[in-house]
């Protein structure tokens, strides 16, 4: 995860949350979620194979910069298959052939693209920051 602080306090914090699961048929192998201080921002899972958008202000983000979404579809496909080789290790190491598998990972991603989404804060930033993210 990422945080921003400020004179001693936290301003920001952005997580991104991945879980990959193995032989559970109501539940998709791979689900990404996208945290802004502790607020939904974004999901993404292996049965739809996009990001959808869970705040106003990140949907105009995206129509402003076009590119973004395309890249961070990538991003969650590349962790899609990454957790989902981390269960077919698991499997093959406790030697197990079937069952339920759930790995679960967070992480954040590059430095820019948080900044590059910090940046879509609304004006009416709630947190009252006037840092030049939020700007």
Known sequence: Y???TARGR????LHYFYTASSGLSTF??????????????????????????????????LREHPGEL??????ALGAQH???AEIVNLKRA???????FISNDRSALAYRL???Q??????????????EVCR
């Open 2 to 4: 990422i945080t921003w």
């Open 10 to 13: 936290m301003i920001h914090s």
């Open 28 to 61: 998709p192998e791979f689900v990404a979620v996208g945290m802004l201080d502790e607020v939904q921002i974004g999901y993404y899972d292996s049965n739809s194979k996009r990001i959808v958008m869970r705040q106003d202000w990140m949907e105009q983000f």
């Open 70 to 75: 395309e890249r961070n579809t990538g991003r």
């Open 82 to 84: 990454s957790l989902k």
């Open 94 to 100: 406790f030697n197990q052939t079937g069952g339920t």
């Open 114 to 116: 948080a900044v590059l």
């Open 118 to 131: 910090l940046s879509a804060l609304p004006p009416e930033d709630p947190h009252g920051c006037v840092c």
